[in-house]
């Protein structure tokens, strides 16, 4: 598929860029996506929830009443869980919450997170930016002339440009990433994919 690349003032220039129909075209994969955007959650969580068991509360030992003649039942200790201010009884414990993903299964979870924004026109090619000085003025512009604003964006940059990075990380709806960084997980959170020409080649090499 062809896709037209726009300059750094937003305005679409003669050029344009073919799109490989391996990744941008094929039939995307739901299973796949839903696998690869879990295992990246859940690889975020810290897993550092605790809460007190009744061997770490502190309180006393002794028993609380006599074990027969009360007409209730029985009680041995004020730790005990189902007492006002007892332990938890089987309370969350620190835990890991990784796993792994075939190497295949998320090429082809990325291929179809493409290929559903490319079906929904939410793809942009732009020739390769980067700004003399670290402005978000400058970088606001640029979003701007997209008609972007508002938007949740992703740049898919060919090469690390610290002047463009860090133009946009004041920017909240704004994420600036490399071909070989990005995740499944962020195409599909963003509202519009902006890929630098450059990026173009490094993505289709990566994912084939």
């Known amino acids: 598929m062809k896709a037209k690349i726009y300059d750094a003032t937003g305005t679409i220039t003669a050029k344009s860029v073919t799109l490989s129909d391996d ?3 094929i039939e995307p994969n739901n299973h796949a996506i839903y696998l690869d955007v879990k295992q990246h959650l859940a690889n975020k969580r810290q ?4 809460s007190k068991e009744r061997a770490e509360i502190a309180g006393s030992t002794r028993k609380i009443k ?8 029985r009680a041995g ?8 201010g007892g332990g938890r009884i ?3 414990r620190p835990r890991n919450y990784h796993f792994k993903l075939n190497i295949k299964l998320k090429r082809l979870a990325r291929k179809s997170a493409f290929a559903f924004k490319a079906k929904n026109d939410a793809i942009l090619v732009m020739q390769d930016i980067n700004f003399a000085e670290a402005k978000t003025k400058d970088f606001k512009t640029l979003i701007t002339s997209l008609k972007l604003d508002d938007q949740k964006v992703l740049f898919i940059l060919a090469e690390n ?8 990380r ?3 709806k704004v994420k600036v990433v490399t071909a070989d960084s990005f995740n499944t997980y962020d195409l599909l959170n963003a509202k519009k994919i ?3 020409e450059g990026a173009v080649k490094k993505i289709e090499m990566i994912l084939n």
Do not use: M
């Open 66 to 73: 006599k074990q027969k003649g009360t007409g209730g039942a």
């Open 161 to 168: 440009t610290d002047n463009v990075y860090l133009a946009s």
């Open 194 to 196: 902006i890929l630098a």
């Open 77 to 84: 200790s004020v730790k005990s869980g189902t007492r006002v």
């Open 90 to 92: 089987f309370g969350p």
């Open 23 to 25: 990744i941008f075209g």
């Open 47 to 50: 897993g550092t929830h605790k």
């Open 170 to 172: 004041n920017l909240k």
